[in-house]
């Protein structure tokens, strides 16, 4: 694939356009960045820090931390040769965050340091009822887990346990923490169903590295939490934990 071929090329990998290429990626946007630095290191003073409302657009994106982790805290803001507390300043980031430019591209490229995106909706993509079907409109959302690397969706919505599996990504509808919708779904192809319940439960879901476990827990038993019984579409009986590997 040349550049050519690419719905948007960003000339320029400083904070913009790797901000950019963040935000048009996470739109499904097949995007590419031109950089002439041979290397992320910058030349000369650039940014020196991340005032509080970048903070908190950063934030609504679950980054934030990782720039905080590594700045250092300035509560004190000049403001006509005086300097003020700022520390009252109406949001959680009530602070300008010392950081250098370096850092600031370094951690905007790091992709890889998110493992796993988990979306978690009301409304489940793939349900297999009884009472509710597959979600038209999160059918738009679906290119969009593609793309984005997803192995695994939770929902709600339907009182069952529901285990789908479409496009490489596990679907998990877990809707009966209290109230319980007895009897078998009934659309199972629809709904790419691979197993289901109909007892009361939770998910335990335990992540090591690049191993995500799900236990489906029921009743306290004599000996601790048990396992849910589970059913395929066909009718055969399962339990024990269900692994996906990133
Ligand atoms: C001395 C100084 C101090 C500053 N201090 C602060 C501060 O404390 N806080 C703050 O928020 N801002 C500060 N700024 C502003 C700072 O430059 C910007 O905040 C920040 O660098 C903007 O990022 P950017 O991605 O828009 O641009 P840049 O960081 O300039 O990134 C543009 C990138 O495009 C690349 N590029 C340009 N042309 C081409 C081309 N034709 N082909 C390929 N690549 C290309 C460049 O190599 C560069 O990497 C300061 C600026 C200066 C000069």
């Excluded at 630095?37 to 990782?66: I, K, M, N, Y």
């Excluded at 877990?174 to 009361?200: C, M």
Aim: hydrophobic content about 40%; glycine content about 12%; proline content about 5%.
């Amino acid at each position: 694939m040349t550049l050519r071929d690419r719905d948007v090329v960003i000339v320029g990998a400083g904070p913009t356009g790797l901000m950019l290429a963040g935000e048009l990626k996470l739109a499904g946007v097949d995007v590419a960045v031109v950089e002439r630095r041979a290397s992320q290191e910058v030349a000369g003073s650039r940014a020196s820090g991340l005032h509080p409302r970048t903070l908190e657009v950063l934030d609504q994106r679950g980054l934030a931390e990782r720039f905080v982790a590594q700045g250092q805290k300035h509560f004190a803001v000049p403001f006509g040769g005086v300097m003020l507390d700022a520390r009252d300043r109406p949001t959680r980031f009530n602070y300008s965050l010392g950081l250098l430019q370096g850092p600031i591209e370094r951690t905007l490229a790091d992709t890889d340091r998110a493992r796993w995106r988990l979306p978690f909706c009301h409304h489940p993509p793939f349900c297999a009822g009884p009472q509710h079907r597959n979600t038209d409109r999160m059918d738009r959302l679906l290119p969009l887990f593609a793309a984005g690397g997803i192995r695994a969706v939770f929902s709600g919505h339907e009182h069952n346990f529901q285990h789908s599996r479409s496009g490489g990504i596990d679907y998990f509808v877990t809707g009966a923490g209290s109230k319980v919708r007895k009897g078998p779904p009934t659309h199972f192809e629809d709904a790419h169903t691979l197993t289901w319940a109909d007892s009361a439960h939770f998910l335990l879901v335990t992540i090591a590295g690049d191993a995500m476990t799900i236990r489906v827990c029921g009743e306290l038993g004599d000996t601790g939490l048990t396992d849910v019984t589970r059913y395929t579409p066909g009718g055969g009986v399962e339990s024990g934990s269900i692994t996906i590997i990133r």
